[in-house]
């Protein structure tokens, strides 16, 4: 089977030479990558580079190999384009349509998708032009990866980090994945939860559960492929940021509350992927609980923990707002999570049958999806982020 042909755009910011490992993922993963650099990005890494790493020539003038007419072929033959980094002039050409280097021409010729990835400084990404740039490209259908929050060129930290080129990767690799299908939640605000809370006991004690986080960082990774502005909020992962999204790290099922509700206030969709604590502590230790020669422990009291999903279902922020659940079931895994869904009150549940060797930590998993509407959505065992997939297919569904 033929490769599947990637032309990598390379603008002259600093990130360019992160560049470097985003081309190496896709040349490892059995892509056919053609990089085209602008003459500013060479400025950064030198075309041999680009070369060596790609196995391909490299092109850089519309004059060169003129018979081939490469402002035109390049695009034409592209099963995805990405642009990484994306500086702001090149962000502010592709949404007027200027052409007047390669990479832009490549621009204008493509019929596949095509996504972005910002890198400048945090005034240049958030003056009114280069955002009118991006509702531009994205009202077109490219995908734009919102820049991380991070330490920039020189001292300056701030919003405009290009993003880690593996997660760049996985947002291609997912958009490569649905083909030329635009992006569905262009537009559209969604709020994942995702890892497992903890409880503490003591300073060094807690409860908690075996949850790795990696279903709910596939659905917001998916997500932002699919166009979407997504909030992730993560408890207790250790998973790097996925590109694109705003991460917000809480500990406890009350700190997770006070972030989803606040998160779900403009969201179009909230999906709670995080297995939250039914229960905490009663009385928190201010110090280490010691064991006593000849002595039982005293029981620990346990008291409810708010039930989230229940109430971001019951008060919803806005008109339309679609709610997802999670139901992990050891045993009668249908019957209890019809029974759930009815008592939680959400859209859509995900129920899946859990355990020490099932669906916790694994990059698999399988499900069945219950709609309130009595529908029944079975998701054979595979990668979380083609359950992802479903989900956000079905969100999309009852959103309109």
């Known amino acids: 089977m033929d490769k599947p042909r990637v032309v990598l755009g390379v603008s002259g910011g600093i990130a360019a030479y992160k560049a ?146 593996a997660e760049i990767f996985e947002v291609c690799r997912r958009v490569l994945a649905r083909g ?32 790795s986080g990696k279903q709910g960082y596939a659905l917001a990774r998916t997500a932002a492929a699919r166009g979407a502005r997504v909030t992730l909020v993560s408890a207790n992962t250790g998973l790097p940021d996925p590109a694109g999204v705003d991460v917000v790290r809480v500990g406890t099922a009350v700190q997770l509350r006070e972030a989803v509700l606040k998160a779900a206030a403009d969201a179009d969709a909230v999906v709670m992927a995080a297995a939250v604590a039914d229960f905490r502590p009663a009385a928190y230790a201010t110090g280490k609980i010691k064991k006593k020669d000849g002595q039982d422990p005293e029981p620990i009291v346990l008291v409810r923990n708010p039930d989230i999903l229940a109430e971001v279902s019951a008060d919803r922020a806005r008109p339309g707002q679609v709610i997802v659940g999670f139901a992990a079931e050891t045993d009668d895994v249908l019957a209890n999570g019809r029974t759930k869904l009815a008592r939680k009150g959400c859209d859509l549940l995900v129920v899946n049958e859990v355990g020490e060797r099932k669906t916790f930590g694994s990059e698999e998993n399988e499900a069945v999806v219950l709609g309130a509407d009595g529908s029944e959505t079975p998701v054979p065992h595979g990668p979380k982020e083609a359950l992802a997939d479903i989900v956000w297919d079905l969100v999309v569904r009852r959103l309109g």
Do not use: Y
């Not at 190999?65 to 500086?87: F, S, Y």
């Not at 349509?97 to 005034?123: K, Q």
């Not at 991380?148 to 701030?158: E, I, M, N, Q, W």
């Open 20 to 165: 470097c490992e985003l081309l190496r993922r896709f040349t490892e993963s059995g892509h056919d990558v053609r990089v085209v650099p602008t003459a500013s990005a060479l400025h950064f890494v030198g075309a041999a580079t680009w070369s060596a790493l790609s196995g391909n020539p490299v092109a850089t003038e519309v004059w060169n190999d003129v018979h081939e007419v490469p402002h035109v072929r390049i695009g034409q033959h592209a099963d995805l384009v990405v642009v990484a980094p994306a500086t702001a002039d090149m962000l502010a050409k592709a949404a007027h349509g200027l052409a007047d280097d390669l990479l832009t021409n490549t621009l204008l010729t493509a019929r596949c998708p095509v996504v972005f990835a910002p890198a400048m400084h945090t005034e240049m990404w958030e003056h009114p032009a280069t955002q009118e740039n991006v509702a531009t490209l994205r009202r077109r259908g490219a995908v734009v990866i919102e820049p991380a929050v991070g330490r920039l060129t020189g001292v300056d930290t701030g919003k405009g980090r290009l993003p880690d080129p």
């Open 180 to 211: 030329t299908t635009a992006p569905d939640l262009e537009g559209r605000h969604v709020v994942v939860s995702a890892g497992g809370t903890r409880e503490p006991l003591d300073p060094v004690r807690f409860l908690g559960n075996r949850s």
